[in-house]
């Protein structure tokens, strides 16, 4: 009886790589002022959660005194992180000032 020969072929695929890394960013306001206020601290963090998650990563936690604000999230690495901080610090920038928060021009450093 003839023998067979099987032949078997693994492919790997490295599209499921699994990456997890987490950040810590922290943005001044603009000469280091206390303005940013109790009132309307908490709906700041809504809003720029809102734009961590809206480019796909993940707020762990957020938490701001009158002169800077902590961010903490797991950063997905198909955007830079220069890019989503330009975008935090530009449009929350834009809300506060539409908002009309502090009776001058805020602008994170």
Same mark, same amino acid.
């Given at each position: &009886?003839? =023998? =067979? ?5 693994? +492919?790997i695929? &490295?599209t !499921?790589?699994?990456t /997890?890394i $987490?950040? /810590? ?9 206390s303005?940013i #206020?109790?009132?309307w601290?908490e709906r %700041?963090h809504q809003y ?5 998650q !809206?480019n796909g $990563?993940?707020? +762990?936690?957020? !938490?701001?005194?009158?002169? $800077?604000l $902590?961010l903490?999230f797991?950063? =997905?690495?198909? #955007?830079? %992180?220069?890019? %989503? &901080? =330009?975008m935090?610090?530009g449009e929350?920038?834009?809300? +506060?000032n539409? #908002?009309?928060?502090?009776?001058s021009?805020?602008r994170?450093?």
């Amino acid at each position: &009886m003839p =023998r =067979r020969v099987i032949t078997f072929y693994v +492919i790997i695929n &490295m599209t !499921n790589t699994y990456t /997890q890394i $987490h950040i /810590q960013c922290v943005a001044a306001v603009k000469s280091r002022q206390s303005v940013i #206020q109790p009132d309307w601290k908490e709906r %700041l963090h809504q809003y720029i959660t809102g734009i961590v998650q !809206n480019n796909g $990563h993940k707020m +762990i936690a957020i !938490n701001s005194m009158p002169d $800077h604000l $902590h961010l903490f999230f797991g950063f =997905r690495p198909d #955007q830079s %992180l220069s890019d %989503l &901080m =330009r975008m935090v610090k530009g449009e929350s920038s834009e809300w +506060i000032n539409k #908002q009309k928060f502090t009776p001058s021009i805020f602008r994170w450093q």
